[in-house]
């Protein structure tokens, strides 16, 4: 199976790095779990503080080293914020779900009122056509003696002209009072219907408004809630990477001491993967660069002592890019922010293999969903031979090749890359996203072009 690239040492290796992948970038699917719950009646989770409380206790600066008490706060201030967002968001699936159903009854009742007001104008129409059916017959009836039934028989043997009008006027009457009383006594239920329903529309309006209003509430303090476990997310990141830049100082001291070459190699190493974890969750931050620096010199020191723990070295590249190289780096770049994923292969996650499988394939290459496969299929090169598209092939556990990157190099486009010279990209590990990042050489195997 493809790993991803673990990173180990002390607190700020396993501890670290599990804090931010299901703390600092898990925020998002930890916080849809919370509507697993929406379907019942949500209480309050323990630890679930009021979103305004939650923000005020972020303020305080946190000065000078961060001890392992404050970063242990930290993380489980963001549990408990996790923990209310999800509550709050179960709040918020309620609300959502009794403002649908307002909704949908608002929808009903509107149609039943143009269902009503239908039937009362074809019920009108209809009266209109009775009364013009009863008078073309009526007339027909006086001129031609063609009536029949009731009609023909009074106007069989008529004494005189007056007395047939007389009679017909009678009839017509009867017969014409009797449908217009009809029509008239559905149109007054109809208009009572209508009139229930244009109540019933107005409640339900009002209903909808108060559904929308409490709708609205609920999605403000999740979105502030939110806002919160950002801006705690910050601190813990802070906290974490200072402390794994202190821990790559005291590594600096160690090798600094050291009798040993072994135990300068082991100083270096630390100090080589403390950085590594600052540089991950530090972004750039003065903590990450302070790491960055201790790593190069606890390496300087294991060789001057005759280690063979090299460190960090500058790619300096070997050719020019090439057109296959180029467009696998085009098609790896489109995965930018697709979540890491074990075994993925597909725009919903990729895994390191999967991703640059995925962008050779887009060149016209295709590589097995393996990093010891493609290390194996692919030309090997060496590092100073380097240029874009190119995958760099890495064994962190010492059990043979786990982990493939792909160098990107000081440009794309024309447009400098983050890193320079040591550019690649990289789907990481679980919890990351796929993304730019400097190229390191612990464990690194070798190079390879498809």
């Keep these: 199976m493809v790993k991803g690239r673990p990173v180990t040492g002390g607190r700020t290796g ?30 309050t989770p323990t630890g679930a503080t009021s979103s305004t409380s939650a923000t005020s206790s972020t303020t305080t600066t946190r000065p000078g080293s961060p ?5 242990d706060s930290t993380e489980s201030q963001v549990a408990a914020l996790v923990s209310q967002i999800s509550y709050q968001q179960a709040v918020l699936d309620q609300a959502d779900e009794a403002y649908n159903r307002s909704v949908v009854s608002a929808k ?19 009266l209109d056509v009775e009364r013009a059916r009863l008078r073309d017959e009526a007339v027909q ?37 009797a449908d217009v009383a009809r029509i008239n006594a559905g149109q007054r239920a109809l208009n009572a219907t209508q009139s229930r329903l244009l109540v019933e529309q107005q409640s339900e309006t009002a209903q909808l408004a ?32 200072q402390q794994a830049a202190n821990q790559a100082m005291s590594a600096v001291g160690v090798a600094a001491t050291a009798k040993s ?32 620096a201790a790593a190069d010199q606890a390496a300087g020191l294991a060789a001057t002592i005759g280690g063979s723990w090299a460190g960090p ?38 895994d390191c293999s999967g991703l640059t499988a995925l962008a050779w394939a887009a060149a016209g290459v295709p590589l097995p ?13 060496s590092m100073s031979e380097l240029i874009p598209g190119d995958l760099l092939f890495y064994d962190f556990n010492g059990t043979g090749i786990d982990h493939v990157v792909m160098y990107v190099g000081p440009t794309v486009g024309g447009l400098p890359t983050p890193y320079g010279s040591d550019t690649v990209i990289e789907a990481a590990h679980t919890g990351t996203v796929v993304k730019f990042a400097p190229y390191w050489p612990a464990g690194l195997v070798g190079a390879a072009r498809p």
């Design 14 to 43: 396993a501890a670290a790095v599990m804090a931010l992948a299901c703390l600092l970038v898990m925020a998002v699917p930890v916080l849809a779990s919370g509507q697993a719950g929406a379907a019942g009646s949500p209480t």
């Design 210 to 241: 108060h559904e929308s209003l409490a709708r609205q509430k609920a999605a403000d303090i999740s979105a502030q809630s939110v806002t919160t476990l950002g801006q705690v997310k910050g601190i813990l990141a802070e906290e974490v990477a």
């Design 261 to 292: 070459a072994s135990v300068a190699d082991t100083a270096a190493i630390q100090a080589s993967q403390d950085s590594q974890v600052a540089g991950a969750v530090g972004n750039g931050s003065p903590a990450a660069a302070s790491a960055a």
């Design 108 to 126: 009903a009742t509107q149609a039943s009122l143009q269902t009503t007001a239908a039937s009362i104008a074809a019920d009108r129409s209809q």
């Design 369 to 381: 969903h393996s990093a010891a496969d493609q290390y194996a299929v692919s030309h090997h090169v």
């Design 67 to 71: 001890s392992q008490a404050q970063i």
């Design 141 to 177: 009836a006086y001129i031609g003696d063609s009536s029949s039934g009731a009609v023909a028989a009074l106007f069989s043997s008529p004494t005189s002209t007056a007395q047939i009008r007389n009679l017909y006027s009678t009839i017509s009457a009867a017969n014409l009072a």
């Design 313 to 350: 070295v500058t790619i300096t590249g070997g050719g020019l890019p090439q057109p296959a190289g180029t467009a696998a780096v085009h098609a790896a770049m489109a995965y930018l922010g697709v979540p890491y994923v074990w075994g993925g292969m597909g725009p919903q996650g990729v």
